[in-house]
C-alpha cells in the first residue's frame, strides 16, 4: 500500500491554538459545482456617496451628523449588538436553563473618508492610521473596568455580511471573553506552563523553517496560511516579537503591521482578480486584569472564496454538525498566494 | 434601574451540549440593512430533469448509471470528502504541526425519484422511507470496523451550499468522531454521570412544563427552539424515550419522526412563504463499541433566514472570531413557527 500523503489522502488536522481539529480533503476540489454562484458586485463606487451613513457630513440613522473627518472616525453603533447601561441579572430555570445579561460597547471605525477605497487600496501611511486607531480604542476600552475582552475585527464584502461598501470595522468590547479567545486564552496558558515559550513564537520558528506555507514577511509580522487552516485561503498574521496584545504594540512594529496588512490585501485581491471579501479579526490577551503571559498577539483572515470571484466555501450541513472541513491543502492555498506577493 | 429581561436586555445563553455560549440582542433586530440579499430560488422545477445527475435512470460523473428508482437511492459519492482504502499514517513536525490520515465513507441519500420535491413536500409515508434508509445505512456503517461515527445530515436550498436541487441529504462515516459530537458526548456523559438520567430527558422535561419554547410535538418526539438557538428559526428535534442512536428507534418511533419532520418543514416553509432553506442533521453516539449511557438520539435545524425569503444572517465577523451571536429571541422565533403549525 502507497504511503500517506499529505497532499493525496484525506486527513485531519490539529488546530494548537484552538485545541480542534479540521478534515482536509486534497482530492475533492475536482467534485462538479451546480450550486450557487454569488453575484459579483459592482466595483465603481463614488468617492463620495450622499446617502452611505459612513460618509463624511452625512446624517445616520440615529439623526447624528458625521463630522467632515480627513483621516479615521469612530462612533458607537447606533445598533450595536452590545449596551453599556443595562441592568446586570440571570435567568435561570433548572440546571439546563441560563443566561446571564452581558455588558458593552459595539463601534464602528472608519478606515478612510473615500467611499470607494479598500484597505488594499489605501496608502501604507493611511493604514497606519488605521492601526494607530485600533491602538488607541484598545486602550481606552481596555481600561474600563466592566470590559475584559476588546475585540477587533472587519467583515469585507457583501458575500461577508457587510451590509455598507464603505471601508470600515467593528470593536465589540464586552465583560466576558468570547468562546474562541477563550479557547485561544486556555491552550496558550497551557502551552506556556510546559514550555516557559509561547505557542505561536515557537510555531513561527517551525514555519519559517520550513518555509511551506509562509506568505509574506517583514522584520516584525509573518504571513502565513496555518496548517490547520479551515478557509480555503485563510491566513494567520503573526508579530516577530511576543507580547501580549496592541497596546503594547512599538512605533516600528506599527508600520511593518500596516505594511505587511498592505501586502496581504494587495495579494488577495490578485487571487481572482476581484476585490477579496473576507473577515478577519485581531486575537489578543483579555483585558481582564490578569498577566497572560503565553498570549501571542495575532490576527485571523478568513476569506470564504474557494474557486473563482463567484464560488465560495459553504461551511454547512458536516461542517455544522461534524467539523470544518476544506478541499485544497494549506500549502496548496500558500503556495498561490506566495506566488502574487509583490516584491515589497 | 429595570431589572433584567430577556427580552429586551443583550445577554450570553448558555449551551448545555456544547458547553459553549451564544451572544443575544434582542433589540437589534430594528438595524438598517443595505447588505447583500440572496436571489430568490425559482421554485419551479421538472419532476424528472434529464442533466440532473440524482434523477432516477440518469448517469453520474464518474460514469455510473442510476436505477430506475421509485422511493429512496442511495450511492456512494462520486467526489467524497472522505476515502475508504487510503494509507493509515500520520505527519508531525515538531510540537505543533499534527495531521493524521482518517478514514471514511461518504453517501448520497435521495429522498425521491421526483426531482421537483422537498421533504415538506413528500407525504408521511415517503419520509418514513428515508427515515428507513437512514436506519438501515447508520447499521450498515456502523458495523465496519473501523467507522467509530456516521454523521447524517441534509443541506437544503442553495443558499446552504446544496450542489442540487433534487432532494437528497448525505451520510459521512468516518474512523474518529468529530467537533461537535464530540463535545456533545463530553457534556453528555458528565450530566449522567452527576445524575443518572440524560441532559436531554430532564431539558426536555423543562421545556414541556414552560411551554415557551415549544413548537410541535407527538407521542414521540418534540420539537423546540432550544434556550440556546444560534440560528434565527433553529430547532432540536428529541426523542420522547431515551435512546443512543436511530439504530435502536421502534417502528412506533420511526412513525412518529416522520410525522414530526414533516409537520417541521411545512411550519418552516410558511414562514416567509418560500422553500426553507437549513442544514439539518442527526446527533447520536459514535459507533465506537462503547456504552454511551448518557446519549440521547436528537437532530438539529440550522436555517439562516432571518427577516425575509432573501435576507439572512451571517455568522461573519464577530462571529468567527468570537462568538455565535443572534439578534431574535428564541422565545420570539418559537412563537412565530407554533403560530405556523398546522393542526396534526
Ligand atoms: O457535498 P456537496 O453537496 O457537494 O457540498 C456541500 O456540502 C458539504 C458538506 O456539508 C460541504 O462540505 C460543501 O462545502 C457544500 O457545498
Ligand atoms: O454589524 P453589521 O455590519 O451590520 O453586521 C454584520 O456583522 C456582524 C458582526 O460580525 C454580524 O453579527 C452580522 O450578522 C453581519 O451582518
New binding site residues.
Partial sequence: MATFDLAEHPHRRFNPLTGEWVLVSPHRSK?PWQ?QQEEQPHDSRPAYDPTCYLCPGNTRASGEQNPAYATTFVFNNDFGALQDGIPEGAYVAGDLIRAESERGICRVICFSPRHDLTLAEMSTADIRKVVDLWQKEYAELSSLDYINYVQIFENKGSIMGCSNPHPHGQVWAQSTVPVEPAKETTQQAQYFAHHSRSLLADYLQLELKLQERVVVENEHFVVLVPFWAVWPFETIVISKRHFQHIGQMTDAEKDGFSKVLQALTVTYDRVFGVSFPYSCGIHQSPTDGQEHPGWHFHMHFYPPLLRSATVK???????MMGNP?RDITPEAAARVLRGLVEAT
Same sequence: chains 1, 2.
Fill in positions: 467534485r450550486g466555501k459553504f461551511m454547512v450541513g458536516y461542517e472541513q
